[in-house]
DNA sequence: CTGAAAGCGCTAACAA
DNA sequence: TTGTTAGCGCTTTCAG
C-alpha cells in the first residue's frame, strides 16, 4: 500500500535549501545550527504546514513515546479522580497516554501478558490490579518500567495506601464519638480488583477488637458496587433487630448509597446514624460525608512521575511510596443517639 | 540512542535460515510459503519468542492501525455504554483503539486542530461534539476519515438518534397517560457539550403545543448533570404551589434524581409522581424507570462499523445513519393521581 | 555549522 | 517458492 503524499522532512529540507539533517536538528531544537538557518528552515516548515511523522521518529530513537495505564472501571469516580492526577503529570512530558480498560480477569490477565510484546509503550502504570508472581515473570521479561498504583508486590514500584491504617483511622473516629454498634458495609471483600477492601475490613476489625467489642458477623455485608446497591445493604443492615448505630462504607459511592437508606427510613444523619466512608471523591463534599481522604489525584500524580524517573534511569531499583491518609470530618458522623 | 536489544525478524530469519522476506511472509500469513519453512520459521519465532515491532511496521505500511476516539465525559454512564459498542466491533478489526478524554471546549479545539497533524491515527470517531464549519476545514486538510456519532454536520459521516422524536415520545406516552402538568428537567439547553439537550426540549414543547397545553416556564428546569443535583432540581419543581404529576428528565441519571426526590419528599412513584428518563443505561433497568431507548452500544457499534467502512473504502461520500429509538414502558409512569 | 550516509525493523516489489 | 533490495520518515554519527 502506498503511503499519504504527505509532505516530509525532505520537503522541508529542499525548500530551505538545506539538508535533511539540519532540519532534523532544528526540529529537535539542536544547539548547533546557526539562527539564519535556523530561521530560514522554520519558515519553510511554516509555509509547508510540515509536522514530523511521530511513527518514523519512534523507529528511530528506538522508543514510543508513550505510556499505557491498565486500569479496571474507568468509570467510577474514585479512578477517574487518579486518571487525572496521571494526566496532570503526563501532560508535561514527552509521553502519550494510552488507556487500556479492563472489565474482566481474562482481560487483565491478557494486558499482563502483552505487556511483554504486543503493546509497545515505553513504561506502563497498573491501577488496583495486584500482579501474582507469575506476571511479574512476565513482565520482566517486557523489560519495560512498570510503576503499580494502589497495589504492592516487593519487586517492583509501588504506589499504595495504608488502607489498614486508613480503616483504622475510621474506626476509631467512630469509636472516639462513642458508638459500639458500628457495621462494615462494602465491596466484595475478595474482589481480585479490589483489593483494597480486604485491607480496610482487617483495619476495621483489629480497632474493634483493640476496643474490646465482640465481632459481630450481621453488622458485615459485601455486595456490588454502586450507590444503589449498597441503599439496599445499607437497609439490610438498618432493618436488623438491634441496628448499628454507625456504619462505615468502604467507599464513598456506597457511603451516600447508606445515606440514602437511611433518608428513605426516616433515619437522621448524623443524629440517628453515623456514616463514614472512603475515598474522598467529588460528590463526597457534596454530601458532606465524612470520610477517609486517601489523596487519589495525588496517587496517580506521583506514580506517573515515578514512572518517569525510572524511565529517565532505568537503573533505579524498585520502591514502593506511600500516599497520605487522614480523616476529613464532614458533617456525618456524631455521637450515637443516648 | 541505541535501541533496545529485542530480537528482530533478522534473528528469526538467521534462525529459520530463510530470508527476512519470508519471515515476513509467514508474519503476515501470505500464501506463498511452502509449509516447510512456515514450519521452521513458526519454531523459529516460537523459540525466539519473538514478537514483530508494530512501530516499524506501521511506518513501513504507512499506515497506524489505531483509531481515535475524542469524546467528553468518558465517566458519564451514556459515555460508557457507547464506548463499549465501539470496543466491540474493533475487538474484531485490525485497529486499536485510543481514547482522547475531552474535560473542556479548549482541549476539544486542541484535539480537532491536532487531528490536522499530530495526532497519527488512521481514523477518528468524535462523539456528542459537534464541529463548527470551520472545525470540519481542519478535519478535511487532515485527510483521514472521521465518524461523528451523536452529533450532526452535513459534510460528514454521521451516526444519530433523532433527539426531538425521542422526545416527542416520551412526552406523548406522559400525556396518553393523562398528565396534564409535565415539566422537563435537563442538564444546560445550550451546552456545547450536550447538544441533544436542546433537541430534546424541542420536542417535548412541540408535542405540548400539538396538545393545546400552554408552555409553562416554571416547569423547565436545568442544571449541572448528576444524580445528586437533579434530586435538588426535582425538589424544587416538587414544592412548587402547583407541582408537575410527571417530570420528564432528559437523561436517565436525572430521573434517578428525581425519584430519590420524589422518596425524599414521601411522594410515591408512580402513584404520586411519573417520571420518564432518557437513555436506557444500565442502572435504568434496576430502578425500573420508564426511559427512551437510543441503542447507546448500538450507535458506538454503528460509528465503529462506519469508521471501518470509509477506511476500507475511503471515496465512500458523507452519509448519516439514524439510530433506532423506542419507549420502554417500566415502572415509574402511570395515570396522574385523580 | 552543515551535509552525507547509515541505520531503526519492517513490507513489498522484483528477480531468480 | 524464495531471496534481494529499495524504501517508509526520521535521527544521528562522522566528515568536512
Redesign the interface.
Known amino acids: 500500500?502506498?503511503?499519504?503524499s504527505?509532505t516530509t522532512i525532505r520537503d522541508v529540507a529542499r525548500l530551505a535549501n538545506v539538508s535533511i539533517g539540519t532540519v532534523s536538528r532544528v526540529l529537535n531544537d539542536r544547539p548547533a545550527v546557526s539562527e539564519k538557518t535556523r530561521g530560514r528552515v522554520r519558515s519553510a516548515i511554516e509555509e509547508l504546514?510540515y509536522?514530523p511523522?511521530?511513527?518514523?521518529r519512534?523507529?528511530s530513537?528506538?522508543?514510543?513515546l508513550t505510556i499505557g495505564i491498565i486500569q479496571p472501571y474507568?468509570?467510577l469516580?474514585s479512578y477517574?479522580e487518579r486518571l487525572h492526577g496521571v494526566q496532570n503529570v503526563l501532560a508535561n512530558s514527552e509521553y502519550d497516554l494510552?488507556?487500556f480498560n479492563v472489565d474482566n480477569p481474562a482481560q487483565r490477565n491478557a494486558y499482563f501478558k502483552d505487556l511483554?510484546?504486543?503493546i509497545?509503550v515505553d513504561g506502563v502504570l497498573i491501577v488496583s490490579l495486584p500482579p501474582s508472581d507469575e506476571q511479574v515473570e512476565y513482565f520482566s521479561?517486557a523489560?519495560i518500567p512498570i510503576v503499580l498504583i494502589d497495589a504492592y508486590h516487593p519487586k517492583m514500584f509501588c504506589i499504595i495506601a495504608d488502607d489498614v491504617k486508613g480503616a483504622r483511622i475510621a474506626t476509631r473516629h467512630l469509636l472516639k464519638l462513642g458508638h459500639r454498634k458500628i457495621a462494615y458495609l462494602s465491596d466484595y471483600v475478595d474482589s481480585p480488583f479490589h483489593p483494597s477492601m480486604k485491607y480496610r475490613f482487617l483495619g476495621y476489625r483489629e480497632v474493634l477488637k483493640e476496643a474490646g467489642i465482640p465481632f459481630n458477623p450481621a453488622y458485615v455485608i459485601e455486595g456490588p458496587r454502586?450507590?444503589?446497591n449498597a441503599q439496599a445493604m445499607a437497609k439490610q443492615l438498618l432493618e436488623l433487630k438491634d441496628p448499628p448505630t454507625a456504619i462505615f462504607a468502604a467507599c464513598d459511592t456506597q457511603a451516600i448509597g447508606v445515606i440514602?437508606a437511611a433518608?428513605?427510613m426516616g433515619l437522621k444523619v448524623p443524629e440517628r446514624l453515623s456514616v463514614i466512608g472512603y475515598d474522598n471523591i467529588p460528590?463526597a463534599a457534596?454530601?458532606n460525608l465524612t470520610t477517609i481522604d486517601q489523596s487519589l489525584q495525588d496517587s496517580g500524580a506521583r506514580g506517573a512521575q515515578m514512572l518517569l524517573d525510572v524511565l529517565g534511569d532505568p537503573k533505579k531499583s524498585p520502591c514502593t511510596q506511600y500516599v497520605n491518609i487522614n480523616l476529613l470530618r464532614r458533617k456525618t458522623t456524631a455521637p450515637p443517639p443516648s
Chains 1, 2 share one sequence.
Open positions: 500500500m502506498k503511503t499519504k504527505s504546514d509536522t511523522n511521530p511513527i518514523a519512534q523507529l530513537i528506538g522508543r514510543s474507568i468509570t469516580p477517574i494510552v488507556i511483554s510484546y504486543k509497545r521479561k523489560r454502586g450507590r444503589t440514602d433518608q428513605e460528590d457534596y454530601h
